[in-house]
């Protein structure tokens, strides 16, 4: 070993662990928000089940009595004597165009994970028990990141694993770095995109509820309130198609 780069080897281990404790705790942090958000707002919706229901069905009512009426206009102006078919250029909904970009991030997102997968599937290590242990606990945070992870993430992942980091055992890590920058870019990343997460976690109003109201389900009589309202209206709007 060249002595002289020991240090800095050393130095990138410790800052390597140092990342690593961060995202573990943050990942711990994220789960235990999550985890209260979704037992309050099971409490909220078992108090409000019956107005959420009856809003949903009216609101999709609703929507379709105004695209009826739509249809119905163009129909009639069709009719009309100085009616002209649309000419030129059709300006592309935006809808469309995100549309068309989701199916292509989704192709790369598919391609990364097939090629990732078939690097580190543990099948490829039947005679190394270790190794098998290792692929599996790997393949299980490459599934995790496919299904709910952006491109970003998954493309780092991607470079983790073919740096051949993702399966070096924690002996061979201490006595020998492979491209640590990509280790350090992969876990710089995951860290930001868990703080990210827990950032949007926090931020959700019924967790901001439950943190800041004395009584949080005091906020039950609040959204009763807001459904009363939205369910006035919406009855109103759509008396016509309910007779």
């Not at 997968?117 to 496919?146: C, R």
Request: glycine share 2%.
């Amino acid at each position: 070993m060249n002595k002289q780069n020991y240090p800095d080897r050393q130095h990138k281990l410790q800052e390597q662990a140092r990342l690593k404790a961060e995202i573990q705790a943050l990942s711990e942090e994220l789960m235990r928000v999550e985890q209260e958000t979704l037992a309050f707002e099971a409490k909220l919706r078992a108090i409000l089940i019956d107005l959420i229901i009856e809003e949903q069905e009216l609101s999709d009512l609703y929507r379709r009595m105004q695209k009826a009426k739509k249809e119905k206009r163009l129909e009639q102006k069709k009719r009309g004597k100085n009616y002209k078919e649309p000419q030129g250029l059709k300006t592309i909904p935006k809808q469309k165009l995100e549309t068309s970009q989701s199916i292509e991030i989704e192709k790369e997102k598919k391609r990364l994970y097939r090629e990732a997968m078939l690097h580190v599937h543990p099948d490829k290590f039947s005679t190394n028990d270790d190794q098998i242990d290792l692929a599996t606990e790997i393949t299980g945070k490459l599934i995790d990141i496919y299904k709910s992870g952006s491109l970003r993430e998954l493309q780092a992942f991607h470079s983790h694993i073919f740096s051949g980091n993702a399966l070096l055992q924690t002996s061979k890590i201490n006595s020998k770095v492979t491209n640590s920058a990509i280790e350090d870019h992969y876990l710089q990343l995951e860290k930001e995109a868990l703080e990210k997460k827990l950032a949007q976690a926090k931020n959700r109003q019924t967790y901001r509820v439950l943190k800041d109201y004395e009584n949080p389900m005091l906020f039950a009589e609040e959204l009763k309130a807001y459904y009363t309202d939205r369910l006035f209206k919406l009855r109103k709007r759509t008396r016509k198609a309910q007779v």
